[in-house]
């Protein structure tokens, strides 16, 4: 059985390809959202994609399916009870959800809340709704650098944001606010998965911008992971994007922020390009983020695109004893109603140019699959509780 060197996990955040059978009961139904982007656009490029098979999992319109695949191929069932980020990351690195993290999408977060907050951090709070960041600042940014009022939104996550303009709010007040706010949300009844601090510039509307001086306040897995047994066991466990925010910075031994999806594949690549034993674990958050809670296919497509384009020139940093998979977390259908996640299937592509006859595996029951995969090829156990077992046997 052939052992890997290094292991890379690109997860392109909510690239979904297509319903589970119990999608229907998260309020989703016929959602597929890579085949319904290569339906929604004129043109679609992605050869290196393509080359792996990507094609060959879901029907795409613009992108024929492959005779000959470069890596195994097939599409992971989510085990766990949710279709946000969180939980579909723990599951990859072995954890079972059965109880969602709570979301406050519909109505804001609760009125005992919003007045604990205000009385802790000495702010009103404006907003209180779910929001894009673009839009929120549009509305409301004006208002809180004249008052000194707080901004607080939700999105589909499971999320609490608070913006705060770098030079009249200060960062240091923004960053003291989200740590009362992780405190308070903390308690069951307004459990939420992040905190996230969102700093922001500009002066007037139209040139308001988020700065990367975002921090996140999570919560910690609920048990040990797969990330834990590589670190435990002396390997490197190389973080890239939001990975160190979903986990909490548990089982990493290094993280790296992305400024876009981009900083983030090109982060990849150098990292690629460095002599380590272990994991490097990458999240591609603009796909979700900027694309699909926003409704927009065709800005969906481009990214997608872009980056295959990086792709490219990660293929050719890989060598013979290294490990690429490609999957995402959950779907989140652009052409759908509302902005919400949903509930799909997710790719998994495996390769190395060392594979002899790449093909298409059976579907699996879960995510978790991936976390035991790994700890399999580097002869770590996974930690007691977990789900899932490994197909490393089967790429050969």
Known sequence: MKKYKRIFIIVIDSMGVGSMEDSPSFGDINVNTLGHISESVETFNIPNL??????????LKQVESVASPKAYFTKLKEASNGKDTMTGHWEMMGLHITTPFQTFTENGFPPDLIKELEKRTGHKIIG??????TLILDELAEEERA??????????????????????????ELYRCCEIARELTLRDEWKVGRVIARPYLGNKIGEFKRTPNRHDYALKPIGRTALDALKDAGLDVISVGKIFDIFDGEGLTESNKSKSSIHGMEQTIDIAKRDFKGLCFTNLVDFDALWGHRRNPQGYAQEIESFDVK????????????????????????????????????????YSSSLKEPKELPVQDSFAIIGNTIADNFEVEMPEGTIGSSILEDIK
Request: aromatic share 4%; charged share 20%.
């Open 50 to 59: 393509q080359k792996l098979g990507l094609a060959n999992i879901t029907k």
């Open 128 to 133: 209180n709704k779910s929001s894009s960041g």
């Open 147 to 172: 008052t000194g009022n707080m901004i607080v939104y939700t999105s589909a996550d499971s999320v609490l944001q608070i913006c705060g303009h770098e030079e009249t709010f200060d960062l240091k």
């Open 311 to 350: 792709l490219g020139q990660l293929l050719e940093q890989l060598n013979d004893d290294d490990l690429l998979i490609i999957t995402a977390d959950h779907g989140n259908d652009p052409t759908y109603k509302g902005s919400d996640h949903t509930r799909e299937h997710v790719p998994f592509l495996a």
